[in-house]
């Protein structure tokens, strides 16, 4: 494969955390969550990529959109050595990967340019952008997080102590008599989920072309139940320490984010389905 013989560490770094795939760690392996959501989104169009197969003109059409793909396609040798000390992340594995498939795309069929353009905008905003902004904003959203999860554990009643340097951690004791506590720190802010949500929402609106008030509506609101429901989530984790002890903790902590993110994606879409006019789809 073109992939593995271009970029063999991408490729295998890919392929070992898509093994090592699990529901406790689907916030670390976002990226490739938000490849199979445009992937499935791309599916979905196929019929429209069969059309545009169809009516292909020949290997001397479009000579420029040709170039570019094979210009995607090797980038990354170029740009991955200014990366080598983000070289292990998943994000700059997904990378290469990506602008290869892309490329040979559009060395094969380059009228598959202007349909597949908005996707892979989506796809490397939500994937390249999610670690700056976690280290940009994710001490801030640790806090609001903190925060709200407090709140509901003093409206529940749960005593507990709170220290927020160096980090926020929540301190208390399980009904079994075991000192506990669980450490807030920046993946935990909710940013990983966020940023599957948006892609969600924006795969859905080139899809279904519907009106962008509706769209900006639905991100903001959105977004704001995640971070009260990541709130939710951690005061769950407490609550579950605080009855089971440490093995409920560490089992509920593996599953309820998985449960309770993947469950508002599909209220959220549905919900975004059915308000705003659909108008044509953008492409």
Same mark, same amino acid.
């Given at each position: ?118 996707? $892979?905008? =989506? @796809? #490397?905003? &939500? ?7 976690? !280290?940009?904003?994710? +001490?801030? %959203? ?82 704001? $139940?995640? =971070? @009260? #429901?990541? &709130? ?7 609550? !579950?320490?605080?009855? +089971?002890? %440490? ?37």
């Amino acid at each position: 494969m073109l992939c593995e013989a271009l970029y063999p560490k991408q490729v295998s770094i890919l392929v070992s955390s898509i093994d090592g795939i699990s529901p406790s760690n689907l916030g670390i392996n976002y990226p490739i969550a938000a490849v199979l959501f445009v992937g499935i989104f791309l599916l979905l169009r196929w019929g429209d990529f069969r059309g545009l197969l169809v009516d292909e003109r020949g290997p001397r059409t479009a000579p420029l959109v040709r170039l570019a793909g094979i210009i995607l396609s090797v980038s990354c040798l170029v740009f991955l050595p200014l990366l080598k000390s983000y070289e292990n992340s998943i994000s700059v594995a997904v990378l290469p990967v990506f602008l290869v498939f892309w490329g040979v795309s559009l060395v094969v069929n380059p009228s598959t340019l202007k349909m597949t353009l908005p996707y $892979a905008g =989506v @796809l #490397l905003a &939500a994937t390249l952008l999610v670690d700056p902004f976690t !280290a940009l904003v994710g +001490g801030p %959203l640790v806090g609001v997080a903190s925060l709200f999860s407090r709140a509901i554990l003093g409206a529940s009643g749960v005593h507990y102590s709170y220290s927020a340097l160096p980090a926020p951690q929540i301190q208390f004791t399980s009904r079994l008599g075991t000192g506990l506590s669980i450490n807030i720190t920046p993946y935990c802010s909710s940013l990983s989920s966020i940023s599957i949500f948006l892609l969600v929402i924006a795969l859905m609106h080139i899809d279904l072309g519907k009106e962008w008030s509706s769209t900006t509506i639905t991100a903001v609101l959105g977004t704001v $139940a995640l =971070v @009260l #429901l990541n &709130a939710l989530r951690i005061a769950a984790i407490v609550w !579950a320490g605080l009855v +089971g002890g %440490l093995e409920l903790l560490t089992s509920l902590h593996e599953v309820i984010g998985y449960v309770l993110f993947v469950g508002f994606y599909g209220a959220a879409a549905f919900a975004y389905i059915r308000v705003g006019r659909p108008r044509n789809r953008l492409i």
